[in-house]
């Protein structure tokens, strides 16, 4: 079974400042791994996917994620936060017995202050 | 044009009736999902669904039953609502194979009184 750890349902930084959210996996085999964010009153849009290959990898908006097999992690990161990037942040895998399905975590609501 | 479209958009209603949420993809996928999203926006799969085969998760009661009357068309009909049905439902496709993005629609959210 796959399961998917998100650490701080809620993270709070000033504009401009690191954004880190943290995720952690757990995966009987090689596993999909995927960042979505979600706007208030929306679905969940694409931010970032890790298949093969390279382990850093760039989404949209200036995020990127780093596939960690020995951590089992996939944190995401942006340098600089906006004002925009306030919302709900989902990781989530997929992969093996569970074929195309996600796994999602928890969430983790950004906050962002100016 | 809208990917992943879903009517409708909210829907409120009394425990024990039946409702149906549609969903339409025009992007061609093969594989359409429905999620759940409780209050704490948790977000769980309900079903996956192809042409070929409908995948149902063990969790789901069997009051709610998908119906794909196409592969751009995935309808979920809900039995004997109850209040703890109330929650966002996100529709969603993919192309099969492992590791594609899902594309979601914009949800419908549901309250049973």
């Known amino acids: 079974a796959q399961s998917v750890t998100q650490l701080g349902s809620h993270v709070s930084v000033s504009e401009g400042a690191l954004v880190l959210l943290r995720c952690n996996y757990s995966s009987s085999v090689p596993p999909y791994l995927f960042w979505y964010v979600q706007y208030p009153n929306q679905g969940l849009q694409l931010l970032l996917k890790y298949t093969t290959g390279a382990t850093l990898v760039k989404g949209i908006n200036g995020f990127e994620a780093e596939f960690k097999k020995s951590e089992t992690s996939f944190h995401l990161t942006k340098p600089s936060a906006h004002m925009s990037d306030a919302a709900e942040y989902f990781c989530?895998?997929?992969?093996?017995?569970?074929?195309?399905?996600?796994?999602f975590g928890g969430g983790t609501r950004l906050m962002v202050k100016p | 044009d809208t990917a992943v479209s879903q009517t409708p958009k909210y829907l409120v209603t009394q425990m024990g009736n039946d409702k149906s949420i549609k969903c339409e993809q025009n992007l061609g996928h093969d594989t359409m999902y429905w999620y759940k999203q409780d209050s704490k926006k948790f977000l769980k799969i309900m079903f996956s669904y192809n042409n070929k085969e409908l995948i149902i998760n063990e969790t789901v009661p069997n009051r709610f039953s998908p119906k794909s009357p196409d592969k751009a068309h995935l309808n979920l009909h809900i039995n004997s609502l109850e209040l703890g049905d109330s929650a966002v439902y996100f529709c969603a496709s993919s192309l099969l194979v492992g590791g594609n993005e899902q594309f979601f629609g914009p949800g419908t959210r549901l309250t049973v009184l």
């Open positions: 989530a895998v997929s992969g093996g017995n569970a074929g195309n399905m996600l796994t």
